[in-house]
């Protein structure tokens, strides 16, 4: 009979997490996680699997909990302009909060990461959620005389999508929400 697990494995995963959003995957050792977790080799292993399978969990987890929230927003702020404002909002808002690790942790996976399989195709996959989205954020506000309906809708969904990734990527390097802000609110000029 197995014994109970003697912690909690979301908060654990939480710990987790945070440390590989805050330091990457190759500069966590697996030392690392369980001195972070709070637990040992053997019940990390027993529970989230190898060091990239663990990996993989906390990016669900992580997808969950911030772009997913995101995408959340946009949807609720629907029809048009609004969910993208929204988007950009929570990017702002969520990248440069004091508690949590600077930036996306899903951007800095794919600026480390290189190997072909699950983790890869997690990222492609939400990337192509994010780009139907705005996508569809961007026709609605062509629909409502929000954007330029000359503009190729697909065209302005990659640039938003760019424009987030960038945004990432600086909110990690600075952490400054003003400055964040006053970028977010520069590109969507553009539109």
């Not at 990239?52 to 987890?61: D, I, Q, R, T």
């Not at 942790?105 to 699950?118: D, F, H, Q, V, Y």
Request: charged fraction near 30%; aromatic fraction near 8%.
């Amino acid at each position: 009979m197995a014994r109970p697990l003697s912690f909690d494995p979301p908060e654990a995963l939480d710990k987790a997490m945070r440390l590989f959003w805050r330091d990457g995957f190759a500069q966590v050792s697996i030392q690392c996680l369980t001195d972070a977790m709070g637990i040992n080799r053997p019940s990390l292993y027993a529970t989230f699997g190898d060091k990239e399978a663990l990996f993989l969990k906390a990016l669900h987890e992580y997808r969950d909990r911030y772009p997913g929230q995101a995408l959340a927003a946009m949807r609720a702020a629907r029809p048009g302009r609004a969910a993208i404002d929204a988007l950009f909002a929570y990017v702002r808002d969520t990248y440069t909060d004091d508690e949590s690790p600077a930036g996306c942790l899903m951007m800095r996976t794919i600026a480390e990461w290189t190997k072909e399989g699950p983790v890869l195709d997690f990222l492609r996959q939400f990337k192509n959620e994010l780009s139907d989205e705005l996508r569809q954020a961007v026709v609605d506000a062509q629909r409502a005389g929000e954007i330029d309906a000359a503009k190729d809708p697909d065209a302005v969904a990659k640039y938003l999508l760019f424009t987030v990734k960038a945004i990432a990527m600086e909110a990690r390097a600075t952490g400054d929400r003003a400055h964040v802000g006053a970028l977010i609110d520069q590109a969507l000029k553009a539109l």
